[in-house]
C-alpha cells in the first residue's frame, strides 16, 4: 500500500525556518513526482513546489521562490521541503503527494508537476503557522 506521511510543521515566528518531511512507501522510489501543497482556510489548495526523480528536476511557485528548496533522499525514501524566511501568509496545511512513473514531456511538465489533479497518493497534511 502507498503511503506518504508528512512530518516537521509547527508554530514559528516570521523570518524562521521549517524543514517538512514526505516519507514514502509502498513503491520504488526511483521513478516519481512529488509535489508539495498546502490549503490555507478559505483558499484553493496551491502548488508549492515538486520534484521529479529522473533528473532531480524541480519548481516553485514564485511566492516561494528563493525561500523554499525541494529536495529528495532517495535511500531514505524521502522527500524535503525547506522553508526559509517563513511569512505569515505561508500559513497552510502543507500536503506532500506523490505520483509514480509520471510521463511529462516538454514543456507540460512544470505545470503537471504543479497540478494537483496529476497526482494519485496524498498525506495527511502537516499544520504550518507563521506569526508576524
Known amino acids: 500500500e502507498v503511503q506518504l506521511v508528512e512530518s516537521g510543521g509547527g508554530l514559528v515566528q516570521a523570518g524562521g525556518s521549517l524543514r517538512l518531511s514526505c516519507v514514502a512507501s509502498?513503491?520504488?522510489?526511483?521513478?516519481?513526482?512529488i509535489g508539495w501543497f498546502r490549503q490555507a482556510p478559505g483558499k484553493e489548495r496551491e502548488g508549492v513546489s515538486c520534484?521529479?526523480?529522473?533528473?532531480?528536476?524541480?519548481y516553485y511557485v514564485d511566492s516561494v521562490k528563493g525561500r523554499f528548496t525541494v529536495s529528495s533522499d532517495n535511500a531514505k525514501n524521502t522527500v524535503y521541503l525547506q522553508m526559509n524566511s517563513l511569512k505569515p501568509e505561508d500559513t497552510a496545511v502543507y500536503y506532500c503527494?506523490?505520483?509514480?512513473?509520471?510521463?511529462?514531456?516538454?514543456?507540460?511538465?512544470?505545470?503537471?508537476?504543479?497540478?494537483?489533479?496529476?497526482?494519485?497518493?496524498w498525506g495527511q497534511g502537516t499544520q504550518v503557522t507563521v506569526s508576524s
Open positions: 503527494a506523490a505520483l509514480i512513473a509520471p510521463m511529462w514531456f516538454g514543456t507540460t511538465a512544470p505545470s503537471r508537476c504543479m497540478g494537483s489533479s496529476q497526482y494519485s497518493y
Open positions: 509502498g513503491f520504488s522510489f526511483d521513478d516519481y513526482a
Open positions: 520534484i521529479i526523480s529522473d533528473d532531480n528536476t524541480t
